[in-house]
């Protein structure tokens, strides 16, 4: 090769721009300089990757008018729309006097301005230090062109979290947010992820995706939200762990019925609505729940919920324990197409006491022959095991179909232990 030949001028334009869309935004304009020719290629990029704040000379207050700008040239001819666009803003209050409502006008804005340029995928990064939620403006984000949205370290509000002005939208990530708001809803929404965000403590978050496939939540705190029918759920991963406030001070799983319960007292809305969870699961085919024993919220809802038509995978995690494993036997005979069964039991607060249980009557437990396997994976054989196995064994599940995995070091059948 020549020296100082040039190369990279000499390919197609559109590979030109794919790679300008894998810098960083100021990296790609910074091109203009280069030749002639690259004077306007970064306008065309078919994404920006706007990171910083914390690594400009000046922080914010550079950083701030260059974004300006920068989504200022892409508008109308000037640049072409944009596939996606990821910001990732580290602001640090604490090295100026950049104030927090001028941040959170900026950092809105720039979210405004994105979607008017047409843009597909948006990421929507914000961490504020000293540690703090951007705020989004209280009215809805409105894009035909929107098909993926994912909001980190921002507070929502009744207004952003209702998409039925994104008719596209069909995936949403939210992480470590603040939802601050009692109801969120999309008609077109598909794939839903919710992890690490807060909830109100004292009101529950309606919850409303018709068309939702596949639904994640993970680690999140608060009251847990009250979910509607989702006919197309196909796939549904959720763990509540010690972070939530649906619990009884008195160590119930049903309603203790003390005014000074925080637990209970909140329980219901001024409705009394019946099922607060499981029943908006319940069209799932692959089901996984993990929960901390303690928490109530499945239990009360088995009460009242109707059947897994379609469930055909289960994975639960310590929550079934208590109460004699009702819930386990509530599953065994109101999931009959159930194939796979996955069981990870844990020990159980002696102080948490029974409930009166107040299921529906049961029909016949399904079929062994439908279910293929049930699986157990456990610490060793203990006490937990053994009324697990007794359980499975009075609803008819052979002990052959049964696999118990020990984290000691062993893996068996259960015909291979003891029950009395």
Partial sequence: MASGADRISGLPEGVLHHILSLLPAQDAVRTCVLAQSWRHHWRSAPALRLAGCAGWAGGAYTFGPFVDALLRARRGGGGAPLDSVDFD???????????????????NGWLRRALRRQVRDLRFRVSVAPRLTCALEDRPLASEHLT???????????????????????????????????????????????RYCIFYCNFRTGMSFPSLVSFEFITNAGRVPMLDSMPCLETA???FDYLYDDRCRNGRLDDCGDASCYGCYYYHAPDDYDCVFLE??????????????????????????????????????????????SALTWFLHNAPLLEKLTLKPSKVRSKLMKRVRRYKPLEQSI??????????????????????????????????????????????????????
């Fill in 89 to 107: 803003l580290d602001v640090d209050l604490d090295l100026g006097r950049y104030d927090v409502p001028k941040m959170e006008r900026h950092v």
């Fill in 148 to 194: 993926r949205l994912e909001l980190v370290g921002v507070k929502g509000n009744a207004g952003v979290l209702d998409f039925s002005c994104c008719p596209a939208l069909e995936e949403l990530r939210m992480e470590d947010c603040d939802v601050g708001s009692t109801e969120m809803l999309s008609p077109s929404l598909k794939r839903l992820r919710i």
């Fill in 237 to 239: 991963t959720v763990r």
């Fill in 280 to 325: 908006g699961l319940t069209e799932v085919t692959d089901l996984t729940l993990s929960a901390y024993p303690d928490l109530y919220v499945f239990n009360r809802d088995l009460e009242l919920c109707p059947a897994f038509s379609k469930l055909k995978t289960l994975v639960l995690s310590k929550w079934f324990v208590p109460d004699e494993l």
């Fill in 367 to 420: 079929a062994a022959s439908h279910r293929q396997i049930v699986e157990i994976i456990c610490e060793d054989v203990n006490e937990i095991l053994l009324k697990i196995l007794k359980v499975l064994k009075a609803n008819g599940i052979p002990q052959e179909k049964i696999r118990i995995q020990c984290s000691a070091g062993y893996n068996f059948v259960s015909t291979e232990v003891e029950m009395e």
